[in-house]
């Protein structure tokens, strides 16, 4: 199975970021929102997509900042070391709480609409 990005497509800001991956990172994935996806044949619940981006590939399950490294590890070469830079344990976790806090104000971001408040 190819990588899958899977993201929420209810949300304006989240759908923007995804055009974004889509169109200049360029990852090697089937980038689809979780509304669309079949989530059981991906390993993933409603409430794993509900929190976070998910990167399924292989049967591995990364969630937040780890699937956004994965992303962009697989794109064009610019962002790779971003990615890499990611993958670093210590990153990652400094990463989660900057990642919860986009996460919980996406709605007041550019692009966001009331729609991306997390119900």
């Given amino acids: 199975m190819s990588a899958v990005f899977v993201?929420?497509?209810d949300c304006a800001f989240c759908s923007m970021t995804a055009r974004f991956t889509e169109q200049w990172v360029r990852p090697a994935a089937t980038i689809v929102?979780?509304?669309r996806a079949d989530l059981?044949?991906?390993g993933l619940t409603r409430e794993q997509c509900a929190?976070?981006?998910q990167w399924v590939s292989d049967g591995v399950v990364l969630?937040?900042?780890a699937a956004a490294g994965a992303a962009l590890r697989s794109g064009v070469w610019v962002w790779r070391p971003l990615g890499w830079l990611l993958r670093l344990p210590l990153v990652e976790r400094l990463a989660w709480p900057f990642y919860r806090w986009v996460s919980r104000n996406r709605h007041r971001l550019p692009g966001g609409t009331p729609a991306c408040a997390i119900r």
């Fill in 51 to 53: 929190e976070a981006i």
């Fill in 33 to 35: 929102p979780w509304q």
């Fill in 40 to 42: 059981l044949a991906l």
């Fill in 7 to 9: 993201f929420d497509g």
């Fill in 63 to 65: 969630s937040g900042p």
